[in-house]
């Protein structure tokens, strides 16, 4: 009873992995204070860096940076792994729980044009109400991608879905800057001014970044200041909401209007949903109204669009 009181806020960003017990991303939602959360799938392989053409881009562009590639292969290939969530899981457990998960699908725009098609029809046909894209994880470079992509926002209009992207670093060797300048906000302004009537989610508001935090929110927030279509999740930066300089250049530049609470469950180290909610809730700079928002007014506002 306790617990039904507080479920009022909507997480935007949950990846269901498959090692996680159904059961247990259940239990983590409704002990959190969620009334709704966001399951996103993730269509990468692990297999793609044993393509030589792709290696070795990996492995040069570390190599630039002064960082010695095989292990961080290594490294790469077993987050991938880790991170493969099929669009068939997500929408199993939307289907057992239709009251607290919303599913978003996942289709590798670098694995061509007939396997992007064949992945949009699936994620259409198993209900899912947006398309998550990861060039980083993904391995795709936007500016190769450009046919594919634009099939990918076509689809997104034509059939109402949203499109969350990711943007920002990534853990593991896309932490360098260089290896992730694929997920760079800026270089999809092309198709985000093509296509105003898709909402596109640039998941961590092109932040995310150990060694520089914040590393391209400036670029994001040129994109929700200057197109109505784009919000911004601030899973895995929270800090973007708590510390007082970016939560100021946040409100002078756009406002929370279209900022949207994220938790990144369960990737973020030692970090729960509720304590990332718990940090929000609690941000110093921020009104109570702002929080409000963030926490669940705007998120209410976007699904409307697509549910
Ligand atoms: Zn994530």
């Known amino acids: 009873m306790g617990k039904k009181a507080l479920s009022w806020a909507i997480d935007f960003h949950v990846h269901p992995l498959p090692l996680l017990p159904d059961q247990l991303i259940v239990d983590e939602v409704e002990a959190s204070g969620v009334e709704k959360c966001v399951l996103l799938a993730v269509d990468v392989d692990y297999k793609m860096l044993d393509e030589p053409r792709i290696s070795q881009h990996v492995a040069s562009t570390l190599f630039e940076a002064g960082s010695w590639g095989l292990y961080e292969l290594e490294h790469a290939k077993v987050l991938l792994q880790l991170a493969r969530t099929p669009n068939e899981r997500v929408a199993k457990l939307v289907e057992e729980h239709p009251d607290i998960f919303v599913g978003i699908g996942s289709v590798n725009p670098a694995k061509g044009m007939e396997y992007v098609m064949r992945g949009l029809e699936e994620i259409r046909a198993l209900g899912l109400v947006g398309v998550k894209l990861l060039p980083t994880l993904q ?10 992509l634009k099939a990918i926002f076509d689809f997104c209009s ?18 360098l800057p260089a290896l992730s300048d694929c997920a760079r906000p800026e270089h999809y302004r092309p198709f985000i001014e093509a296509y105003p009537e898709v909402p596109v989610v640039l998941a961590h508001a092109g932040s995310y970044s150990i060694r520089r935090p914040g590393i391209w929110l400036d670029e994001a927030l040129d994109l929700v200041s200057s197109n109505d279509n784009v919000w911004l999740d601030i899973a895995a930066v929270t800090y973007l909401a708590v510390e007082e300089k970016f939560a100021r250049k946040i409100r002078d530049r756009v406002g929370f209007d279209r900022v949207l609470f994220g938790s ?3 990737t973020v180290f030692k970090t729960t949903v509720s304590e990332a909610l718990g940090r929000l809730m609690t941000s110093k700079p921020l009104t109570e109204q702002e929080k409000e928002a963030v926490a669940r007014e705007n998120a209410r506002e976007l699904l409307k669009a697509v549910l």
Not at 139 to 148: D, G, K, T, V
């Open 264 to 266: 990144d469950w369960p």
């Open 139 to 148: 391995l795709f470079e936007p500016w190769e991608r450009r046919e594919e």
């Open 158 to 175: 034509k059939h109402g879905l949203l499109l969350v992207l990711h943007t920002g670093c990534d853990p593991g060797p896309w932490e």
